[in-house]
């Protein structure tokens, strides 16, 4: 947090004041019990204007009649907080959703063990901030909220319309309260039954109850035009074109163009003024796009096919045009064209989430692949590699198969049927997609096909080891390195990554799926680690059948053979495992960083 006031009024106040400083990398402590100030009065003054948040310590009245001159409005107001001089309460005071000042109450009485004291009715109810949600979400939306948010923290029956998908609809979706009901279609909305519309949306409705409406910046522009067409036309004529559509000036994302326009003053203007970005394409990236209404006199002229609807798509990542070209003549003589795409990524249709179930404890799993698993209509988990305690995540009607018994062709045309119905599916892989998951051939598949899908990241196994065993891998000065490998078997390895090549590093050794030659693995690492350098052998770490041992390089191939260890497997090798002795210069009093500069802080 930047300019951070902490203005204190007793002796006590000056101690708690030093005690939360640390709190806040930019931050001031005035105090007349320090010198530094003559007075709160005339400290405020003359720098209320300078801080972002201003901490007042000591009786809630000083702070009220020291702050009652300089206050405007919510929207800039500074953060301000009041805490009594023995950190029992923190009170938000000022601008509590828009300045911060809730939030920052809870942040301050965490790190004292004080009550925070919170009187908006919002966060009383645990309702959502209207006020707030546009900045958290990167949303815009109208400036007059007040009647909305009286009408929605008195709990009138609300309509809740999402025209898109993302981070903040999700919340929406999963935080919603019972007296909002939540559509995708405005169509089925009967307003009889409700006192507000809300809406996340790049459209403009016409409802008859009040509304409120946040858009979000989805809307792509693909634009050609004559040469030196006039600004101001160009201006109107989309302002125009876009009200006639029903769109939303304030959900336009980016202005797209062929490359010869990259210096065309009608284009440069649009973009500043709506604060786009204004991105050219080649010949070559515009021809890559199938469009639907190509051109003949375009590509005679330009070289290509399509400059509107093409720039649109490529911008959006989206095949499907919101709004195909447009031809238009302005009352100069000289055209200009538009097509509008919407990004990809906020549609709502069927995708592919391959998330990583982490190394077997079910709670490992991150927040996003539980809340994947909570949502999903296929689940398509790997078997005895992940924990069947993960699928009972699922909702209601899920399909949940284990793949264990499938081929490839028969896990994709499972997915592929679901899919064409616009279903959610999660892939559900062991540990993390990325190490060992045999996820490369799939996407193959996917893109082929032009599946849409992503990757959620998992705790690996090597991680999880590193927990078991309570070592940091990187230890200052004796190791900075991890390898993730594993010994040659049935797949051979590369020429160059041969554990004995690998084993010149001496770094900390994660070595996955070789329980079966440990014999070799243990031969080849000889060759260059010490035969007393720390092992430990992991069977199913963090499964509640784990076994996990520790000894010395020498004895690896024994620890294996003796506990009749093969598959899921980890061993780990080097000097990191129950490390102790060195220190890190992160958090050296003689370390300084952006966090902690060692300067003073000057009013």
């Known amino acids: 947090m930047n300019n951070t006031a902490i203005i204190a009024s007793t002796d006590k106040g000056v101690e708690l004041g030093l005690r939360i400083q640390k709190e806040f990398s930019k931050s001031v402590l005035v105090s007349t019990r320090l010198n530094n100030i003559e007075s709160i009065t005339s400290f405020l003054e003359k720098d209320f204007a300078k801080f972002d948040t201003l901490v007042f310590i000591g009786a809630l009245g000083i702070c009220v009649r020291s702050i009652a001159p300089y206050l405007t409005d919510k929207k800039q107001d500074p953060a301000v907080v009041n805490m009594d001089d023995h950190g029992t309460f923190v009170q938000s005071v000022v601008s509590g959703h828009v300045g911060g000042a809730n939030e920052l109450a809870i942040k301050l009485a965490n790190a004292i063990g004080a009550l925070p004291v919170i009187t ?57 309260p019972s007296f909002v009901d939540c559509y995708y279609d405005y169509k089925e909305i009967d307003f009889s039954k409700y006192s507000l519309f809300i809406a996340v949306t790049y459209k403009i409705y016409d409802v008859p109850c009040p ?20 600004s101001d036309l160009l201006l109107a004529s989309f302002r125009f074109r876009l009200a006639e559509e029903h769109l939303a000036i304030e959900s336009v994302k980016a202005l797209g163009s062929i490359d010869v326009k990259h210096d065309e003053a009608a284009f440069i203007d649009l973009s500043k003024t709506f604060n786009i970005p204004f ?6 990236e515009l021809n890559s796009q199938t469009v639907v209404n190509p051109s003949e006199v375009v590509m005679s002229k330009l070289g290509v096919h399509s400059v509107s609807e093409a720039s649109a798509m490529l911008l959006s990542g989206n095949k499907e045009l919101l709004l195909e070209k447009q031809k238009i003549s302005l009352s100069s003589g000289k055209k200009h064209t538009i097509a509008i795409a919407v990004d990809k990524q906020v549609l709502r249709k069927a995708v592919v989430a391959i998330v990583g179930a982490g190394p077997g404890d079910a709670e490992l799993i991150s927040v996003k692949g539980k809340q994947l698993l909570e949502e999903a209509d296929l689940i398509l988990y790997a078997g005895s590699l992940v924990p069947l305690e993960l699928t009972h995540y699922a909702k209601p009607g899920a399909i949940i198969r284990n793949s264990a018994s499938m081929t490839l062709e028969e896990q994709i045309a499972l997915m592929d049927t679901h899919y064409a119905k616009g279903h959610m599916i999660v892939r559900l892989q062991s540990g993390d997609p990325s190490i060992y ?19 959620v990241p998992g705790i690996s196994s090597f991680q999880a080891a590193a927990a078991y065993l309570k070592s940091e891998f990187t230890i200052p000065e004796v190791v900075q390195s991890i390898i993730l490998t594993r010994g040659a078997g049935k797949t051979p390895l590369p020429e160059n990554e041969k554990l004995n ?26 060759e260059h680690y010490e035969a007393e350098t720390p092992v430990a052998v992991l069977y199913r770490v963090t499964w509640k059948d784990e076994e996990v041992y520790t000894g010395q390089l020498k004895d690896l191939a024994k620890i294996i053979r003796d506990n009749k260890l093969t598959l899921t497997t980890l061993v780990i090798v080097g000097a990191a495992i129950g490390a102790r002795k060195n220190r890190s210069h ?17 009013i």
């Open 586 to 602: 992160l958090y050296s009093p003689e370390w300084k960083h952006t966090f902690r500069t060692g300067k003073e802080i000057k």
């Open 120 to 176: 908006t009715s919002s966060d009383i109810q645990q309702l959502w901030a209207l006020d707030t949600l546009a900045a958290q979400f990167n949303w815009k939306s109208g400036s007059d909220l007040n009647q909305q948010i009286s009408l929605f923290v008195n709990n009138k029956p609300t309509a809740l319309l999402l025209d898109i998908k993302d981070k903040g609809t999700l919340y929406l979706e999963k935080s919603k």
């Open 211 to 230: 509304s409120l409406y946040y858009y979000a910046p989805v809307l792509n522009i693909g634009m050609g035009c004559s040469r030196d067409i006039e």
């Open 501 to 526: 090549e690998m084993a010149k590093h001496k770094a900390t050794m994660c070595i996955f799926l070789s329980a079966t030659i440990a014999k070799s693995v243990q031969e080849q690492l000889l």
């Open 279 to 284: 991105v050219t394409y080649t010949t070559d």
């Open 437 to 455: 998951g045999a996820i490369q051939e799939q996407m193959t598949i996917f893109d082929e096909k032009g599946m849409d899908y992503y990757i």
